[in-house]
């Protein structure tokens, strides 16, 4: 069978410490007083004290992760 290309999206590869993924998450609370929706599969990126917002296009800031 020939290969399919196929939409796959974000796929989880290996966790920040760069030890492999078993399918665990990380639990991080979102940014007090943050007044943007932030849906399953949106980017998220750190902010202080360990929040999260949602990533924006021309932001600079490392990606945390894919929201769940």
């Known amino acids: 069978m020939a290969n399919v ?3 796959f ?3 989880p ?7 492999p993924l078993v399918g665990a ?3 991080y609370t979102i ?3 943050y007044a943007t929706a932030i849906y399953q599969g949106d ?7 360990g929040n999260i ?3 924006t296009a021309g ?3 490392p990606v945390v992760g894919v929201f769940n």
């Not at 590869?13 to 030890?19: P, Q």
């Open 13 to 19: 590869y290996r966790k920040l410490d760069g030890t």
């Open 53 to 55: 917002e949602r990533h």
């Open 31 to 33: 940014a007090s007083g």
């Open 5 to 7: 290309s196929e939409k």
């Open 25 to 27: 998450q990380n639990r």
């Open 59 to 61: 932001n600079s800031t």
């Open 43 to 49: 980017l998220v990126i750190p902010v202080a004290a």
């Open 9 to 11: 999206g974000l796929r």
